[in-house]
DNA sequence: TCCCTTACCGTACGCTGTATTTCGTGGATA
DNA sequence: TATCCACGAAATACAGCGTACGGTAAGGGA
């Protein structure tokens, strides 16, 4: 198998996937490929433009979630989907929002989600399609970033109280400790795990709620 | 002046500001100080603490903003202090929602935030706060993300619609005239430049609203 | 006066992305 | 068959990174 912009991808994906987005390197690449470093750079410019491969080869997969017969069907469908994605790939989730993604697959997971929202019912024009497209991006870039990181962070201070109580504890005991932030002591302290992906399809319902009751400005 | 966490903070936020995260080292700031590298490691434990420092001065400011007598003004006024903040300090968008904030000032801002919401109509018990919570803080983080990542790649392309197209446009006119992506073609050639700042907060209002009166799920 | 502790700094290592040079091999020509 | 060329791949080289470590200079106590 000779090698391709999509067998490098898939080998980048692999190795991040396993060891975060830092611990990739051009060099590792290459290794894992059996090849020279300096082999990858006929296929790609640069190592940014290797990680936009990576992103549009995720969107690949998002894209086969959408085009539902309901455009709010759609929009969900493509939400969760990107959710996923991120749960799978968590360094997804670091590049989410970062730049561009302007790759043949992630224009058309755009594509189908602007689609999507130009039928719902309060968008009547280009600025509301706009003004929609954004908000619900916007929505899903956070909503994602912020899964990542508490994932992340629990799973390397441990998930069982004890546990995380001896890493971040000492600190961040003490900090609420203060009574500075009492608000906050009382989330940390009496709040429950809520379950995240009915907490994000919740969320989401709202915003298009508010989407598409809204009487113009 | 001896030198401070604090001191060391700001001449990184200064370097960051100009140069961008990816252009600021370690050696650099130390540079910057007339001291060696390793002096920095007696008053940080890792390159990462650094960029909690920076992160929570930001915070600092952004603390300032809160605390009015109502709690949608208090939220509004957190979520533009935030996006001022991050449109003054592009790495602060990068970083955001990338890590825990746990820094006193960041936990002030998170405090703020909460205690607000917590007086709002709609949310009832602590389930609804964090989730209240969850949601705003999800739109502004991917608001912020979203309209620095844009606000960079135009400064990079230039602004006028010439240079915009001799950058971006051979690549992308061409995928767009492939006319696989109608409604973003649309969208590019037809939108309008939308007010950010008010893009911003009407879309900020229809979540408050979303939630405020939001009948238990 | 001598020693010890403490604070500080320069050097060094292994890594990164990438530009450039060298090398090995297959094919074409004399 | 012998020779040369061209071209694709690999090795080397360079500047910069975060940071571990060893040495040194300064100041206080015996």
Redo the contacts between chains.
Sequence with gaps: MPLSRAKIAATAIRLADVHGLDGLSVRKIAKELGIGPMRLYDYVVNRSELLDLMVDAVYARIAEAGQRSEWRATVLAIAHATRDAALDHEWFA?LL????H?G?HA??V??ST??AL?QAPGVRG??D???A???I???????V??EV??RR?ARSTGTDLTAWQAT?GP??TR?LETG?????A??VV???H?DAEE?FD??LT??L???TS?PR?
């Design positions: 670091d929002g970062g730049r561009p302007l043949p224009l058309a755009g594509e602007a689609a130009s280009i600025d399609l706009q003004r497209l954004g908000a991006n916007a929505f899903v870039i956070g909503a970033r912020r990181t508490e962070t971040l600190y961040l900090m500075r932030y009492p608000t906050v009382r989330l009496d709040g429950a809520l907490t919740h969320t709202t915003i709620d508010g989407i809204q400005t």
